[in-house]
Every structure is written in C-alpha cells, then in structure tokens.
C-alpha cells in the first residue's frame, strides 16, 4: 500500500465521519447508532483477529491497556453522538482538530512533559479565541446548541486525556490487539449504558441510517485505525499532523453540500482562528529551529 494512499484514505474516512454520525443517529436514537457501531467494529476486529491468527493478550497487563483506551473511547463517543444531535456535523471535526493542543496540555500534567513553548501558548490562545468566535453565535441561536457544542469540547478534552493515558500503560503492544481490546470495553460500557438509559432496539430505519453505521463501524472504527498507523509509521510525525488542518474544513464543505448545513460566518471565522492556533502549535517551532540551524532567510527554506 503506498502512503499516498493511505493519507488519501485517512483524509476521506476522518471528513466523512461527523455527517456518517450525525445521520447514524437519526430514526434509532443517538445511543442506538454509537453502541452499534463499536458493535460492528468490535465483531469486525475480531474476525481479523481469527484470519490473521492472532491471539489477543488476555494477562493483566494488558486488559490494564484495554480499560486505558475502551473507557476513554465510551466516554467521547458517547459525548459526540450526544452533541452532533444539535450542531451542524462539521463542527465535530473543528472541536476534535483541537486534540493535538488538548493532548498537550495532558501530557503536561500527567506525563511531566515539558513542552509548551510561547509559539504552542500562542497556538493554544488562537485556538480558544476560534472557539470563542463559534461559541458566542450558538447563544444567539438555541441552548441546545451550546449544550451541544459543550459536549463536543468535552469529548475532546476525554479523548486527548485517553490518549496520554495509553501512552502511559500500551508499552510494547500492538495498536491493533490494543484497539480491539478497547472496543471489548467500549461495547461492555454501552450495553451497559444501554440498560441503563432503556435503549430499545429500532423496529426499521431508512437505508441511509443503516449504511452510516456500517460505514463507522468497518471504516471508521476499523479501516481507519489501521490506514492511520501504518502513515504513522511511513512519514514524519509533522505531515500526520497536517490532517488536523485537513479535514475539519473538508468536513464543513461535506456537511454544507450533503446535509445542507449553513456555514454562517461566526462558524467559518472560528474555524479559520482555530485552523490557525493548530498551525501555530504544530509548525512554528519546527521552522523556527530551520531558521537557527541554517541561517538562512525564510523564503529559502525548503
């Protein structure tokens, strides 16, 4: 598989994602469309497992893993679903294009990572800057889209943290046998939560509904995993982290042509601040420390 491919691929599937949710969850209920999709993806993953003949690590250790990334992945899923209800699907992917800033600010607590320099502060400033410009027009429109908007940040927030927490427990396991461990978590926690909440289980729904959650369950939650770390593994950690900028704006177009989502200028000034503080936080040291090193004017940088 060539990485151009696969950066096409990630591309695609993370753009496509918030409307594939936001229509998974209409006719059967949010809570419905989320559980079954980490049902599909854990059933797929599974199977993969037994073609490959792969045994899936079942020591302590590593269900200490599989909680790291099942309970963190419940807790955001079940928050995005909640909060794509009321909000137009390509803010999902501007709120979640905020994980590089929030997974720093977690690695700092709890990992004691020393990291933020005054570019990556001022990346963080623009960021929540942007947010406040998206922010302040859902007051003007309804609480349900602020409440929504909330919910969005607040998966993010639990994303990013579940992400350090990996990082801190995964050692030398493999991203797969990892992912497929979390989604056993994952699907627990939703049955659960199912019972709870009196989930009951949707008599029919439009063609459309099904094929979003197949589509999250096997690409999404599974196909996309995989594409994203095999391009991990192929590039630099600096062009992975140009997806962020990507798709959150593919995501709005997606929205605005298939779903017809208004993309007011509140939203498209926000996100273009937002867009801004991630390229701030992810690039301008980087071509600071090109500048130093070569001395070199910097329209000559290559």
Do not use: C
């Not at 989930?199 to 939650?221: C, D, H, K, N, T």
């Amino acid at each position: 598989m060539s990485v151009p491919f696969a950066f096409a691929g990630i591309i695609f599937i993370w753009s496509t994602t918030p409307l594939a949710i936001k229509w998974s969850g209409e006719e059967v209920g949010f809570l419905f469309g989320v559980a079954a999709r980490m049902a599909i993806a854990l059933v797929v993953s599974l199977l993969l497992i037994a073609l490959l003949r792969k045994a899936l690590p079942l020591d302590k250790r590593s269900w200490h893993v599989y909680i790291a990334v099942g309970v963190p992945q419940f807790g955001a899923m079940f928050l995005v679903y909640w909060g794509a209800q009321f909000v137009p699907s390509g803010l999902v992917s501007v709120m979640f294009g905020l994980t590089p800033i929030f997974t720093g600010i977690a690695a700092s607590l709890f990992l004691a990572e020393k990291s933020f320099t005054p570019f990556k502060l001022t990346g963080m400033l623009l960021g929540i800057v942007g947010l406040v410009f998206i922010f302040y027009e859902s007051f003007d429109v309804e609480a349900a889209a602020t409440m929504g908007l909330l919910s969005l940040l607040g998966a993010t927030v639990i994303h990013s943290i579940g992400t350090v927490w990996f990082k801190r427990v995964a050692h030398d396991m493999p991203a797969f046998s990892a992912n497929t461990g979390g989604l056993i978590i994952t699907v627990m926690l939703f049955a659960f939560a199912g019972g709870l909440m009196g989930m009951e289980l949707p008599q029919m729904a439009s063609s459309y509904v099904i094929s979003s959650i197949v589509y999250l369950g096997v690409f999404a939650s599974v196909v996309g995993a995989v594409l994203f770390y095999y391009a991990l593994k192929k590039v630099k950690a600096s062009t992975i982290g140009l997806l962020p900028l990507v798709t959150p704006v593919a995501a709005l177009f997606i929205g605005n042509i298939f779903n017809a989502e208004v993309m007011s200028s509140q939203i498209i000034i926000g996100t273009a601040i937002i867009l801004l503080g991630l390229m701030v936080y992810q690039f301008a040291d980087e071509l600071l420390n090109k500048v130093t090193a070569r001395g070199v004017p910097l329209n000559e940088i290559d």
